[in-house]
Nanobody, 116 residues
């Protein structure tokens, strides 16, 4: 079983920055992919970014060049640095960890609100 705890959400003006963190605990294996998804009101949940334990990253086109995902394997923690935020980035952001044997685990979500 895996537990994910997110932090760092909040309210920010357009053009501002926020940094999300997510700490994983429980049955963590060495080979896994951590990432962030988001869900805006009335919309489907969508991928934001993922990072492998080796540091390979993948981003949604909508956040490329503005968001940076990183991780600290020793701490089982993933980060999402969000810059040049736009009102359309407003959503609940969910941390995920995907690994063999336990599948995909989800955090409880953290609200990010960008005002215009």
């Amino acid at each position: 079983q895996v537990q994910l705890v997110e932090s760092g959400g909040g309210l920010v003006q357009a053009g501002g920055s926020l940094r999300l963190s997510c700490a994983a605990s429980g049955s963590i294996f060495s080979i896994n992919v951590m990432g962030w998804y988001r869900q805006a009101p009335g919309k489907q949940r969508e991928l934001v970014a993922t990072v492998t334990q080796g540091g390979s990253t993948n981003y949604a086109d909508s956040v490329k060049g503005r968001f940076t995902i990183s991780r600290d394997n020793a701490k089982n923690t993933v980060y999402l640095e969000m810059n040049s935020l736009k009102p359309e980035d407003t959503a609940v952001y969910y941390c995920t960890l995907n690994q063999r044997f336990t599948g995909v685990s989800w955090g409880q979500g953290t609200q990010v609100t960008v005002s215009s």
